[in-house]
Every structure is written in C-alpha cells, then in structure tokens.
C-alpha cells in the first residue's frame, strides 16, 4: 500500500472550512478564531455585546485570509440558542466547525451563593448552550461529513472541571466560585454523551480543559493576584498564550484528527501536577 499525504499543510488544513465560535469576541474564543481566520476558515464569531463585536473582527480581520463575521447572540437560554441558530441557518447551509466556547463564572460565598445568577445563569450558559447549540447545528454538521472528513464541535471546558478547589485568587477574599467547576464537569460528560450520539453521523465532539489564559474571565485575578500567583505553579513557568489554544483547537478541526473523537484535553502546562492549596476551614 503507497503511503498517503502526510504533508504537515494537508494534515493540519482548515482552509476553507466554515466556523462559528460562540462567545468569540475575547479571550480563548478570540484567540481560536484568530488561528482559524489566519489559516484560511470563514469565521463566524458571537457574543452579547455588539460593540465588543466589531471591535474583535476589526482586529481579526487585519490577519484574516476570510473575513471574519460576527452575530449578536445571547446564550443564557434556549431561546437565544435558537435564535442564534435560526441566523447562523439564514447566512450558510453547512457548518464544519462548532466552537462551544461561551462561558461564564460567578463568585460568592459559601454560605450565602446566590440561586440565579450563581448557579441557574452559570449552568445556563456554561452546559445548556452546548447542548442546544450543538444540537439545533447538528444538521448543518453532519451534512456531507464523511468519516474522513467529520463534522466537528469543540467544547471549551477548563480545568475546574477536574479540580475541586474553589476557593482562590480568581475570586475575592471569603467567596468560591462554586457553580463554575460542577458546571466544567458537566461540559465534560456531555462531550462524551455528545460524542457517542454523533459518531456514527461523522462529527467528533472534543473538549479542551485550558487553565489559566489571560482573559476578561480571569482579569480580577490576575489584577489583584499579580502574574506571580499564576505562574508560581507552572513547570513551563508561564500561563497559556493565543497558540497554545488556537493550535489544539485547529488539530481538533484538521485532517489530523478525523479519528479522534470524546477526548478531554487539558491544556494547562503541566501546572495540575504542582497546583496546592489550603482552603479555609468551614464552620457549619
């Protein structure tokens, strides 16, 4: 049997491909659709705020080979997934790449945390809209995939999902984030139940668990922590950059991995390894 193209520039094409990344106007979301807009994809990015939208693919489209699109959406609810949806169906008939990357996270304390906006808004956003959005897009996916040529979903969870700690330097001093790490877990074993329901219509569903990234989520931390709580505990000595996230998220949509399907990779740096911490005793 001849060998077939292994050429590092039709492994890891995405030229061409159409893709949508929800909450894409900042942090990971943007630092994906910057890889994909620079390597040749037709991006679509969305998120609440418009203005904060066209600023992005201001900045997007200086690099972009595409031009970058963006639409206004909020994803806290079904309707708003179906709304989103509806429109991303009015502009393109096929999508190729599903970036689930919305998310949100919530502080307060541990004995007084509040029901709707810490816990229902947080799970709303965070597990509800990959759902909805991975499941009104399902058509447009699994249209014309092959098993050589899949659909794909990427779900953008975080290493909260596999650790417990809640209380830290991204929150103030007396509050614990702790919606936002059962909410991670959950985008987990979704991606696996997604990746199962899916397989067989060619589309692999993948989550990426990044850890610290410089982002408007983490800015609180990283404004009142300094770099130094962030990067004591890194063997690589530093947090995530734009590549690190824009080249996991582009293997996962290339050639390269056609066969790979329900994965959970975590793109920290090797820090879970060294990550300690004492949490304040709790008086019940």
Known sequence: MSLPDLNSLSLFNVKGKIVLVTGG???????????????????????????????????????????????????????GCDALVREFKNRESKLHVLVNNSGITW???FDD????????????VNVKSIFYMTAGLAPLLIKDSTNRDPGRVINISSTASVEPICE????????????????????????????????????????????????????????????????????????????DAAGLALFLASPASAHVTGTHTILDGGARYRHTAITPSVKL
Do not use: C
């Open 107 to 109: 502080g307060g304390p």
């Open 168 to 243: 830290g330097p991204l929150s103030s001093e007396g509050n614990g984030t702790w919606s936002y790490q059962p909410s991670k877990a959950a985008v987990n074993h979704l991606t696996s139940a997604l990746a199962l329901k899916l397989g067989p219509d060619h589309v692999t569903v993948n989550a990426i668990l990044p850890g610290v990234f410089q982002s408007r989520m983490t800015a609180f931390g990283f404004k009142t922590a300094g770099d130094e709580a962030f990067t004591s505990n890194q063997p690589s000595g530093r947090y995530g950059q734009p590549s």
């Open 113 to 124: 945390f509040p029901e709707d906006k810490g816990w229902d808004n947080v799970f709303n």
């Open 25 to 79: 106007s900042s942090g990971i979301g943007k630092m994906i659709a910057s890889g994909f807009a620079q390597n040749g994809a037709k991006v679509y990015i969305a998120s609440r705020k418009e203005k904060q939208l066209q600023e992005t693919v201001a900045e997007l489209n200086e690099k972009a080979n595409i031009p970058v699109q963006y639409l206004v959406a909020n994803l806290n609810s079904r309707a």
